[in-house]
């Protein structure tokens, strides 16, 4: 039985996304190969046969691969998907836009999101907004996962020794084309991977107060900054900050919730973190039956005095 993961990368680097999927796929009992498909992407190739607990690594190298466009990756993932008793993702972006197309064709009922390996037909995964766990079992016999980043540690990038073995790149499908992208650019951590997150909620005020308030903290941390939906709909962030079901969700080893009191779709997107830290005025607010530490003070007196105790 071998295991197909699907690398993620920008043809420069492996995302981080990558390495928890490899955790999971390790756990399935089979060998682990590792798909890269790009354009000019041979350094991610070699970075991903040097990825603990990869055995090989499939590299297909095409220019209609450059921009992981879905319907030319689910080609490429179905034109080498072989033997293979499980086929792999991230439940990122990427992984949930192509895993469907996967399942489709292979037609086979895709298990998303799973954050526990029972067996390797048997999978967890959260369901009602985390607020219950589901146990799904697969009598496929192409299993296509998706797997949440944060039910997972990170493989070791280092440590491996896969060969990489080079195969045909399909053809662009010309079902879609690439148009043009707008990155948003930061000196800090990023928000799926940092390991100290400062989060603000509507409670801030306004926009100006929001940055006033939780950039001198996340400076001092060299944390990531978050918000959760209402400050997001408020406008006080843009919507690539926002931690929640309907936003990123996140597992730092520290979560400072400043100001937010906690519904149900922000806890499902955090409350996996290490050590939870809120502030708010409210003792009574949600947040604070999943906190390890809870500060009942004014968010506008507390964050400076804390911010300067730093």
Do not use: W
Not at 83 to 106: D, E, M, Q
Not at 211 to 240: C, E, F, H, M, Q
């Amino acid at each position: 039985m071998a295991i197909l993961v699907i690398a993620e990368h920008d043809n420069k680097a492996l995302q981080a996304a990558t390495l928890n999927a490899v955790t999971a796929a390790s756990q399935l009992g089979g060998e682990v190969h590792v798909l890269v498909a790009g354009h000019n992407a041979a350094a991610v190739a070699q970075a991903a046969g040097q990825v603990a607990g990869v055995s090989k690594v499939l590299h297909a190298d095409g220019a209609a691969l450059g921009e992981a466009l879905a319907e030319n990756l689910a080609a490429q993932v179905l034109a080498v998907v072989g033997n293979y008793s499980h086929i792999v993702f991230a439940a990122t972006a990427s992984g949930k836009n192509t895993a469907p197309r996967v399942a489709a064709k292979l037609d086979v009922a895709q298990v998303s999101d799973i954050t526990k390996v029972v067996s390797p037909d048997t999978f967890e995964r959260p369901i009602y907004a985390g607020n219950a766990i589901a146990t799904v079992q697969s009598s496929d016999a192409t299993k296509v996962l998706t797997v949440r980043t944060t039910g997972f540690d990170a493989a070791a990038s280092t440590g491996g020794s896969a060969a990489v073995e080079s195969v045909e790149a399909v053809a662009d499908s010309g079902q879609s084309s690439f148009v043009s992208r707008a990155e948003s650019k930061s000196d800090r951590p990023e928000l799926t991977a940092a390991r100290v997150i400062v989060s603000g909620g509507r409670g801030l005020g306004s926009a100006e107060q929001f940055n006033a308030v939780l950039t001198p903290l996340a400076d001092k941390l060299n944390a990531a900054i978050g918000a959760s939906r209402a400050a997001v709909d408020a406008g006080y962030a843009p919507n690539a900050l926002q931690v929640g079901q309907t936003g990123k969700i996140v597992a730092p080893d520290l979560y400072i919730a400043v100001a937010i009191s906690g519904a149900i779709q922000h806890l499902a997107g955090m409350k996996d973190s290490k050590v939870i830290v809120a502030i708010n005025k409210d003792a009574d607010s949600p947040i604070a039956s999943v906190a390890d530490y809870f500060l009942e003070a004014d968010i506008f007196t507390a964050v400076p005095e804390l911010t300067q105790a730093l």
